[in-house]
């Protein structure tokens, strides 16, 4: 059954209630060439030829020209365009003419590290590399094999973990390498913002300054799925310029891509069906009309649970043709299901992100995403896994009851037309420049520090005050008590410290929560999820920074509630619109953990509610904030309508509409409304960056923030709820119960400020 015809059949079931509500039809595309500025190697191109491959696609072409110019190259285009051949070519092209050449591939995930190996070598062994110079670096790889991975490898290929970890702190072991590296590769460049993406940028700048302390100079290529600003975060990862690629060449067979949104259960209440269950459903369909599929589910107790009730809905005969696939799994268990599902074995997979980036599992012809992943980016990275190579593919994009899901069932055109996201990082945030300074003085003491951008003088100046770094002759060193920095620096977020998360009824370390995240995730009565299992926490122990956690079933899980007081340390910038003032500025948010929700899993419902006793947090960021409009809340009065209420409502739905502008996720933002703020006397709309230090958010939002005022003003207005929901102006994380929120005045003020 063809992706047309599918569609048909589910129009005509009894649980179809009108869910789709738009469908996109994207049309084929015949393949587009490209011509080479100058020829490949001889063998280079019969391997080509013998490879089906007789011409490359013009984005391909137009890459290797820039790259082969001495230019540094990102390529943004869709899933499975192939540009992993732009860097393999290269790559091999340099190897052919330049015995001594080598190369690093930077991926980030172990598995697809892995994937990558297996077509590199599928390619290039033992034609140009013997099996020994082609070799991944990362925690899995064998002690035994290390050492000649290090005499031999010409293309290495790790992870942003290992090389922290692993590779810079031991950069002699690897003279040979860093003294004869061409290019170096920074794959799914898009996955390197926010947290990570500013330690990632950090952790090259400690690259860059081995290789020359080496003597190389590397080239750098970059591949990234379609985003906003691809040259701009390939020059802000680097601090280097870059050439961008963005045209497509490659062929593909026609789409259909269906926004489906749950069915009201009360559309007064704007409460509507659960996307897991709306999942079930259409997976069960696939399956029963041999339709190969990919579910993706937000979180790993999700994926198993979409799995499960499938596996319930269809017949004995169909049940065992779909599994789940997610981390946490070994890597043998995952190996198995991709030969399983490569060789027609599996019908159908739910999975979790590990699935999103390029890892090949063979051809799809549907995918459902079940719920927005974040961002468009991610959206199409998941979409674009069916359709590789097939006439005709199909895909859903199921909606949850929040804010941006629901934005987008409403405002398809935004979804389809152009790329708003921005990838957003700050590297000279001081809680993750610090720790890399450090990590780069005990990997060679520190006489090129500008490499590390604005901030670093001051840097120095506190990790010299703080005891960790001495200056002797114009070069900074660790101090004597400092021992392999590199182990204290968690590169996926801001600080370094940890609490423990204890098993105790083994007493067995589990995994370690970062410190600023505790509070959120292993509080007292929380439900933490470790590779599929629940664990209840009974105890979080302040002083040893320690968890203990018992595992336990439960059919629910735990969602904090939060108060927050904000108070503006320095206006950095501020700017008129339409008549409304707008800031941009620093503020110490103070936030307390005040109970938490219990959720049923699968329906979202709301089972019970907790209390919890535990400290302030406070912590530097950055914000922008808005003046509101006097003739605005003369108007709510003079309505009867409640101002802090419509204040409330506009910072819900301002946070819920922001990530799609910005590539980031609903927990990076925080914000704090108050129709008086002591340090401006006026009613204020605060939005902040969620992360000490800040990493460009509110910068982002200060940037766009009439474009965010209009998107917020259209979500409210198109919500058919009458008092507002989880759809509009509602949050989970409310602190105060979503309490007061008055839809009517939020209406209000977004017009005012939109004049």
């Given at each position: 059954m063809d992706a047309a015809a599918f569609l048909h059949h589910l129009i005509t079931l009894r649980h179809y209630k009108q869910q789709i509500v738009h469908t996109e039809y994207i049309p084929s595309q015949d393949a587009i060439f490209g011509n080479l500025d100058k020829p490949l190697h001889p063998d280079l191109r019969a391997r080509l030829e013998s490879s089906g491959m007789p011409a490359l696609y013009h984005h391909q072409a137009?890459?290797?020209n820039a790259i082969l110019a001495g230019k540094n190259v990102i390529v943004s285009t869709p899933s499975a365009s192939g540009k992993s051949l732009c860097y393999h070519l290269a790559t091999l092209e340099a190897i052919l003419n330049d015995k001594d050449s080598r190369a690093v591939y930077i991926f980030p995930t172990k598995a697809l590290a892995q994937d990558q190996l297996r077509s590199l070598k599928e390619f290039a062994c033992p034609e140009f590399l013997?099996?020994?110079?082609?070799?991944?670096?990362?925690?899995?790889?064998?002690?035994?094999e290390r050492a000649s991975i290090k005499r031999q490898a010409r293309v290495l290929l790790t992870n942003p973990d290992m090389l922290h970890l692993g590779v810079l702190p031991n950069h002699q072991s690897w003279s040979r390498l860093f003294r004869h590296l061409k290019y170096l590769v920074i794959d799914e460049a898009h996955v390197y913002r926010g947290v990570f993406g500013s330690h990632m940028a950090n952790i090259?700048?400690?690259?860059?300054?081995?290789?020359?302390?080496?003597?190389?100079?590397?080239?750098?290529?970059?591949?990234?799925?379609?985003?906003?600003?691809?040259?701009?975060?390939?020059q802000n990862l680097l601090d280097l310029p870059f050439e961008e690629i963005v045209g497509d060449g490659s062929p593909h067979g026609e789409k259909y891509f269906a926004f489906w949104n749950p069915p009201f259960i009360d559309e007064a209440k704007g409460s509507r069906h659960s996307s897991n269950t709306e999942a079930t459903f259409l997976l069960t369909e696939l399956i029963q009309n041999n339709i190969r599929s990919l579910v993706f589910a937000r979180s790993r107790k999700l994926t198993e649970l979409v799995y499960i009730y499938t596996q319930g809905q269809l017949p004995p005969s169909l049940s065992g043709k779909i599994s789940p696939y997610r981390a946490g799994y070994l890597p043998r268990d995952r190996r198995q299901i991709e030969r399983q599902f490569l060789n027609g074995e599996l019908l159908g997979l739910v999975a979790t992100t590990a699935l999103e980036l390029g890892i090949d599992i063979g051809d799809l012809e549907a995918t459902v995403l079940t719920g927005y992943p974040g961002s468009i980016a991610s959206a199409w990275?998941?979409?674009?896994?069916?359709g590789r190579s097939m006439d005709s593919s199909l895909s859903f994009f199921i909606a949850q009851d929040n804010p941006l899901d629901q934005?987008?069932?409403?405002?398809?055109?935004?979804?389809?037309g152009k790329n708003f996201d921005n990838a957003l990082i700050n590297p000279n945030n001081p809680h993750i420049l610090k720790p890399h300074l450090l990590c780069a003085a005990w990997e060679k003491p520190l006489d090129d520090e500008k490499l590390f951008g604005a901030g670093v003088d001051t840097a120095l100046a506190e990790l010299e005050q703080e005891g960790r770094l001495r200056k002797h002759q114009k070069r900074w060193y660790p101090t004597p008590a400092i021992t392999y920095p590199a182990q204290d620096v968690n590169i996926r977020a801001t600080s370094g410290e940890n609490y423990a998360v204890i098993d105790v009824s083994q007493g067995r370390l589990l995994e370690t929560v970062e410190a600023s995240m505790a509070f959120f995730q292993i509080h007292p009565g929380a439900i933490y999820l470790h590779q599929g299992e629940s664990y209840l926490i009974t105890e979080l122990d302040l002083a040893r920074h320690t968890a203990a956690?018992?595992?336990t079933s439960v059919n629910y899980y735990t969602q904090t509630k939060e108060i927050t007081d904000l108070k503006v340390v320095k206006i950095a910038k501020e700017k008129d619109c339409r008549g409304v003032k707008v800031y941009l500025g620093d503020v110490d948010v103070t936030t307390t953990v005040v109970g938490f929700k219990k959720k049923r899993q699968f329906t979202e419902e709301v089972v019970g509610e907790e209390p919890l006793d535990l400290p302030p947090q406070s912590f530097p960021t950055t914000s922008f904030w808005f003046?509101?409009?006097?003739?605005a809340v003369a108007r709510i009065a003079e309505a009867g309508f409640n101002l802090r209420g419509g204040l409330h409502a506009c910072e819900h739905a301002s946070i819920g509409v922001l990530p799609l502008f910005?590539?980031?996720d609903r927990n990076d933002i925080g914000g704090v409304s108050t129709s008086f703020h002591p340090d401006t006397g006026k009613a204020e709309i605060f939005i902040y960056d969620a992360y000490p230090g800040g990493i460009g958010i509110a910068e982002k939002g200060f940037e766009i923030v009439e474009t965010l005022w209009q998107a917020t003003l259209r979500l409210i207005e198109e919500c058919p709820c009458q008092d507002g929901c989880p759809s509009c102006i509602q949050s989970p994380k409310c602190g105060n119960n979503n309490q007061p929120l008055d839809k009517e005045a939020a209406v209000m003020l977004l017009q005012a400020l939109l004049g």
């Open positions: 137009e890459a290797l013997s099996e020994a110079a082609v070799a991944t670096f990362d925690g899995d790889t064998p002690q035994t090259l700048r400690r690259l860059r300054r081995i290789c020359g302390f080496y003597g190389s100079n590397p080239q750098f290529i970059c591949c990234s799925a379609t985003i906003a600003n691809p040259k701009e975060h390939a990275q998941q979409a674009g896994r069916s934005y987008l069932m409403r405002n398809p055109d935004f979804f389809f956690a018992t595992l003046d509101l409009p006097q003739k910005a590539l980031c």
